[in-house]
């Protein structure tokens, strides 16, 4: 019995039917005439409410359902969610489906309405986006059956708890993947650049044509062609690469529900498959106050997988972070040339000047490319006109946030170090044309 009214709901219809009944034995006290008729229609809904009990109670499985859900959610990207529902009754059903979705998304009024025909499945589907990497915990898919008259529903409860892991964006880096190996696609604004004849790695032996370096032209293979032929060459492959990610405090701050430190991961997962699948050889090094999670730069297989578990759990702090350690820890650790791609941010030039001599001895032995990030909040904001005193100091001190930040782009590179500034839902895509740029050149 306890079981039953567990399962046991009142629906809408049988509290507007009770409303209105009410109603008239109400005015029945003054028109008489009424009483007979709210007395049978308080009967009729008695009479009714029973059929509709009986009719959804009498069978123990009238739905059957479970959830479906991915091995893993990637982050910032829209995930899809399974429903399956399968209808047991001999009649349709108006059905409530609850499903109890993980306490991040702070959705506690998750629900939608459907209809199932008599012994039809359904398949549906719904999207979540998460915001945070780690452990996302599922509780019980609830399913509210409605009986033919809606006045009862039954409650089915399916124990589907389940935990899914948050990693990086990996739906993110498979799109950049596929884009990135296509000559040109402006629409996405990625681009490859292809380099040849100022390496050292042979390609293959091609027919001359005019603009070829006579340097390269292979006499051996013009006098049994009989034709002239040249050496083609690309650029060297397996230098390692690293992405460095700072876990200081300036890389808490949110951008569309994001950190900071949430691009850096999704973009240096991008950019690590990307570096893998040219050929070279991807790492990755965390630092604030102290050395943090790293990863020796390696062209293994399993390479990709390990860098992704080791984002998957790396957190940012409060403290500052210290460049001289991150010179230290790469004068010992790394011994020949690296492209090392430091993930951080300078609010303000004196940020950056404290850390500029750390910067420059890093850039004497390996080639150093600076990411900071772009607050497009700040630059639309100073772009709109503004009307009262207040309006326009508001706006004056934002642009000067956003001119200091290019100033301080600018002084990077006039030091040697590479640098790029962009807003934060552009990271993925600026890192990856800068490395084609520099692979392109021969930097590294």
């Known amino acids: 019995m306890y079981v039953l009214f567990r399962q046991l709901f009142l629906g809408k219809r049988l509290y507007i039917g009770l409303a209105i009944i009410a109603l008239v034995f109400f005015l029945s006290y003054w028109f008489w005439v009424l009483y007979p008729f709210a007395l049978f229609f308080a009967f ?14 009498r069978k123990k499985a009238g739905i059957s359902g479970n959830r479906r859900l ?15 529902l399968v209808n047991n009754y ?25 209809y199932l025909a008599s012994s039809e499945t359904q398949e549906s589907s719904y999207l979540l986006s998460p915001k945070q990497r780690g452990e996302y915990r599922f509780g019980s898919l609830h399913i509210f059956a409605y009986g033919p008259m809606g006045l009862v529903a039954k409650r089915y409860s399916f124990d589907a708890s389940r935990l899914v892991k948050v990693y990086p964006s990996f739906l993110q880096m498979r799109r950049y993947e596929f884009l990135a190996f296509i000559t040109l696609k402006r629409e996405h604004g990625l681009k490859k650049l292809r380099k040849f004849g100022q390496s050292r790695e042979f390609e293959q032996i091609k027919p001359y044509v005019s603009g070829d370096d006579v340097r390269n032209l ?12 040249t050496n083609h060459f690309q650029e060297e492959k397996s230098q390692p690469v690293y992405s460095i990610i700072d876990l200081g405090r300036v890389m808490k701050i949110p951008f569309d529900g994001l950190s900071l430190l949430d691009y850096a991961i999704n973009s240096s997962l991008a950019f690590s498959n990307i570096a893998l699948k040219n050929g070279d050889k991807a790492g990755l090094a965390t630092f604030s106050n102290q050395i943090g999670p790293t990863c020796e730069a390696h062209q293994r297989p399993t390479q990709l ?11 940012t702090g409060f403290p500052e972070s210290d460049f001289g350690m991150l010179y230290s820890w790469a004068r010992k650790k790394l011994g020949q040339k690296c492209l090392l791609i430091i993930y951080t941010n300078f609010e303000h030039s004196g940020a950056m000047k404290r850390q500029l001599p750390f910067l420059k001895a890093l850039s004497k032995y390996h080639l150093v ?11 639309n904001f100073s772009g709109q006109p503004a ?7 508001e706006k004056t001190i934002a642009a000067k946030f956003v001119y200091d930040k290019r100033l301080i782009a600018k002084d990077l590179n006039r030091h040697g170090i590479q640098t790029i500034l962009c807003a934060p839902q552009d990271l993925s ?3 990856i044309n800068k490395y084609m740029e520099i692979k392109a050149k021969g930097l590294i």
């Open 218 to 229: 292979n006499w051996k293979a013009a006098a049994k062609s009989g034709k002239l032929m």
């Open 44 to 57: 009729m809904l008695l009479a009714l409410f029973a059929v509709d009990f009986l009719l959804v109670f």
């Open 387 to 393: 009307s009262t005193l207040s309006g326009i100091v």
């Open 305 to 315: 997988l390990t860098l992704m578990e080791l984002l998957y759990s790396i957190k």
């Open 90 to 114: 001999r009649f349709s059903v108006r059905l409530f489906v609850l499903d109890e979705i993980p306490e991040q998304f702070q959705k506690r009024d998750f629900g939608y309405f459907t």
């Open 70 to 84: 991915p091995e893993k959610f990637s982050n910032s990207d829209e995930n899809e969610v399974g429903i399956s």
């Open 429 to 431: 895509v600026q890192t």
């Open 369 to 379: 490319l600076v990411v900071i990030f772009e607050n497009y909040l700040l630059d």
